[in-house]
């Protein structure tokens, strides 16, 4: 199971090893992903390729997602976190602060109604200071904060432009010069805030754990620390093993491991590979195998 199939960049070498003996389901939130997804799984010639079942949907929602697959579990499960390539390319969908466009932001716009723009126009300083600071470790916070609610008086926001320009005279240009865009990490507070991100992750890995047959494997692919964070104690806390004192005669606390760890420390790519595609080069990817 890809639980975030995007355009099949992962699911397509998959779905080839599978065969036609295979099981391939792959999840998505937008639409459009998995509308190109499908076209390209289609290329694969009849005979090699695996049953192939599309799902569009919230992986934070995986329980009723997979009760119509009607399986009894996954071997192998896939978390490639955050947002593709084509969605930060899509100008349209106002992901990135590098072109200008509507402040929306949604991954999953036929059903979501948060945009960006709303955050911007309607949280008061408190919880725009909270959001960009919790999920950005933005120094400059607050007074981004203060300096969006001042600008929204004047204008409300529309455009990322906008955006880039208050977050840009927020923070004082000493500090701009560093930590590459001075927008980047606003930027990804409010994708975060807009799809629940962080929510849903935590809720998507306890239900694919369960998921997993023994002996299955789940890898997850996380592209910042608040990510890897959650995997991390995702993963430790169902790799506990019994915590009794060492002379106990007997286990009292009950803790049984439900998953072994294959990475103790995250797989990050080489230098050739972040040479070769950049965006590669906050990646961290866990492996977790269930009892
Ligand atoms: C980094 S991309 C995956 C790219 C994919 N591995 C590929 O090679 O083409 C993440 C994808 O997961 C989707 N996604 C992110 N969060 C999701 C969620 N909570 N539920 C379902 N899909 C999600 C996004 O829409 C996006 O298409």
Known sequence: MDATLGFAGHSFPAAQQLGSDGLLIGIDQDEVALAAASRRLDELPEGARPTVKLLHGN?????ELLLGCAIPGIDAILFDLGVSSVQIDTPARGFSFKEKAPLDMRMDPG???LTAAEILN???AADLAR?????SDERWASRIAEFIVHARAAR???TSDQLVDVVK???PASARRAGGHPAKRTFQALRIEVNGELDVLRRGLEAAIRWLNPGGRIAVLSYHSLEDRIVKDAFARLADRCTCPPDLPVCLCGKQPIVDLVTRKPLVPTPEEIARNPRARSAKLRVAEKR
């Open 59 to 63: 992986f934070g929602d995986l329980d």
């Open 111 to 113: 059903t979501q109604t």
């Open 122 to 124: 309607t949280y008061d």
């Open 131 to 135: 959001i960009i600071r919790a999920y």
């Open 156 to 158: 409300p926001f529309e």
């Open 169 to 171: 005279a927020a923070i």
